[in-house]
């Protein structure tokens, strides 16, 4: 029988307590997002402030997380948003997840608060809380080190598992996110970082010797399904050209079809050039390093550096973990295309502990706003040196700053223009216009932690036709049946994916059968006896139980669709193009295949999936 | 009888005690500098950390200040300095000190440690202090706007006088300022600000409507007096030159005559052009706004801006209040002449609360040491990207910042070149080479709070010949001991000038007898009976009150020239000049007239000037 070990770590009693979840539930969440979800609907109060010590935060890996195989070393942070007020599930990559399981856990809830900054250390089930005082202050880099080194370890990222918070996360910035080793790997999303430093908790350090593969029912057979995957994906051409370009390379894609957000999504496609931030071009004029995540054969992390200029690095620390969304978000969405700022920005906010996207959507909501007349803020798009300096301003909620803190959405709400914002659930829009990929116009209203990319990825379909070509622009009736069901799928076998806890590339890959491959493992691994149709349940449960905490609460239960979003697109290939259709229209099928009224699950949904114990909240 | 009414703060306790200093004690130090530097020694006990709840401020006016007179509303700031470890008084124009008299009292003591940080607000008489959690991480400018704003102001810094530290002051490092109201006035040096900030102490708003006039016996005959020398100040060239051009008008004089010092005074000479950081430059190609502390008829201050580019302001308060200490400390200093980072760089000490010369001097040492192998870090002279970085990581200790947070002098030490420090006690010299103006190779080294300018200007008589020409490159015995003689004058003098307190510029004009003008002023204001020679012997008594300072620690009470001021001037005009026989041979003849033996007084010189009460520190 395999367990799911957690560790409750009380911040205001100074209290640990060990408890183990037994297979059942496991079998109904597995990990990571799902039985996060499942339990902080149970646990966190309805109505509480998210940086109350009311608030707890889940910091969980899932059953196969770090152990030999595919991309698996990856971790969920589950908590009441700050930022949708709500909930949120952030994830990130590196070897936190690894580490924290050999440490003896496969998951961590902090709730409470501590009187003091602490750290949490965890060697190999043995937990304890040290003080912080001294680290609190310290951006990302410099208190990922200090926590290393006093901790007996050499400074290098990879020899333990280490989450932090900067400034940003200290001073309650709403979109604050967690860093996490190895090298700037960020739980980016809703503000985890504000709840972590609410509760006065600076970092955790996760190491141990636990030997993972005796969770494994039958190792051998488990790394006879494990090894066949792991060479389907080393071997396609998706993970060659990850690892060469790694996200990144997906800037001049998404701009040659005219998806790519320009300023505020008020110019998509108006920008005509953005190849200075395309990877290909930075690769090929600044020195870059490249790393993976634990155990991973993609290993897409590519890691540029300023050297002269205006932008320059200039610390210990020299070079910037680059993604696609932090490029766009710093880039073309604030209408800046000179890469040298753009990696500096993405370097502030990594160090500072920012969420990339979300400081992109902020930054752009205040120039709008500023050159709308509505914010004194002499600001421009592309306006490199007061955008950076607005970055730090934010992280300390310096004057303005402590307005574009609270994120883009109470930003437009106060200075009285929310029509500009274009996100869903008071959460900001990633890298790609639904107007132009309009899966996403279904995909990002429809996602349980607002304006989200990573809950279903249409573009799989609409860009890579894997597993098969569907219209970008999908205007018929059958198009857009077609991609509801796709949005519903994915969401659920990403929800799967996300409580193993996995990467999702290996969705991006033809020759990858998800569900098949998933239940696979797991049967594999703990004699379990899914059936590919058992996984998308378990997704769909997980998918159904995150709802329920809108629905809890009573807000944003009904998706919407911003009124931006049904404006043409002004320019470029897309031109003309406009969501509403693809929504209105497409809303009404996906809630058919949801079970779902006007966003709330029905009463029979609930039960058909086991969740009985929550009909008390319809 | 006129009297000196201080308040003293005990931030531990918080408890508030009114004490009045008699005019005996006046007559003896004046107020500002020279009272404090007496109280101090009396109260701070010997040996305690700088940063511990033990050490004192003594925030004082002096008993002209604020009243209808030349210059005259500047604070002193004094207390056991973080820099070097036992005593600085820094200096501030604006309205701080006006205010202050107006609210009741001619000076602060604030004593012990808060529990939280909180604001000190006086208003006419009603001291109490507020909570300031909510400002705490803020940065000056916003700091000081909430400050005003919360106590019923306009966010207008003329109205109220607001002192506060920024990040730099809260995170203790050890040039941390205190920027006065009204707009970027600062009192600089020694790290003021850290003591501040060690004692939770964010800032001190002060307000009142006290009738100044009254202090006065005969307000007829002061204003006679005060008129006839505001009319000398008011219609001189040189209030003309500095009112359209401001300090920065020494740029180009300075660096015409070789005396410039570039990249921390190892290659003076060798840059050869920095018109883009005169204000004669800059007044031609940015807007610049103008301003004058309280009353002042010079009204130096000179306010540009940055519209564009990399190092662009974009904040509600866009100006940044530039000095020649400042844009040359943070720009030839450091091997930089673009206007715009230099202004930028004005514009973060001044926001995050950094001594502007002491982070030129430590920015240069930084650079210096990396380029010498010592210092892992990747900077170059005038890498403007790499710089800016690095002022951030400084005021928020993060890094190698919080290396470089200790300062020029501990950075050298630490990292084992020592001899590459030009300051002297421990303090970074300002913005004059003392190998090509030589009166500094005596003023400098000879200073109480180290490298200091404003202890005695020798340039008044090296560069503007007042009131008579003095030859700056100095290499005769009877030239050198005549500057022994202006050097030992000019700092008794400008003693007296501290402790009234007013602005220095009038020692600039040849129509100015300072000793008479001063006697003449406080036996109008009080009916004293001051000669100009009796004046004299209050500003040496203040300066042998300062110097025991030293001699109780045992920390550098000889005066000492630092090893590359021995090295010739590598470039430019005065190319192979050394500061070595002017120290030399000047400090004999300079010991002689002050009466000390290896920098301490002697008894006798002790009880010549009334001190016998210290004879048992010798």
Known sequence: MTVFRILRVDLSREHFTEEVIKEDLLKRFLGGRGLAAYMALKEIPRGIDPLSPSNKLFIFSGPLSGIATISSSR??????????????????????????????????????????????????????????????GKWTGASTKIILEENGFPPDETKAGVAVVGPAGENLVKFAGIRMSDYERFAGRGGVGAVMGSKLLKGILVWGTRDLNKELVDRAKFMKVNTDIVKRIATHDTTKV??????????????????????????????????PVSEEYIKDHYPTETHGCYNCPIACTQMPTVKSGPFKFTVTEKYVKQEYENTWALGPNVGLTDPEANMKFQKLANELGLDTISLGNTLSMAVELAKNGKLNLDVDWGDAGALEYLIYKIAYRDGIGDDLAEGDYRLAVKYGMPQLFVGSRGQGLPAYDPRALKGFAIAYYTANRGGDHLEAYTPTWEIFGVPEKVDPFCETQECIEKQARIVKWNQDIFAVVDSTVFCKFENLMPNIDTEKDFADLYNAAFGWDLTPQDVLTIGERIFNVERLHWVREGKWIKDELPPRMREPIPDGPAKGHSAAKMFDEGIKVYYKLRGWVDGKPMRDTLKKLGLEEFEYLL
């Open 242 to 275: 990850l690892h060469k370009y790694g996200t990144n390379v997906l800037m001049n894609i998404v701009q040659s079809i005219g998806a790519l957000p320009h300023y505020n999504f008020s110019g998509t496609g108006k920008l005509k050039d953005v190849t």
């Open 75 to 136: 971790v969920n942070v589950t908590t009441r948003s700050p930022l949708n007020g709500v909930y949120t599930h952030a994830n990130a990559g590196g070897n936190f997840s690894y580490w924290l399981r050999k440490s003896g856990y496969d998951g961590l809830i902090i709730e409470g608060k501590s009187d003091e900054p602490v750290y949490l250390v965890i060697k190999d089930g043995e937990p304890k809380l040290r003080p912080a005082k001294h680290i609190w």
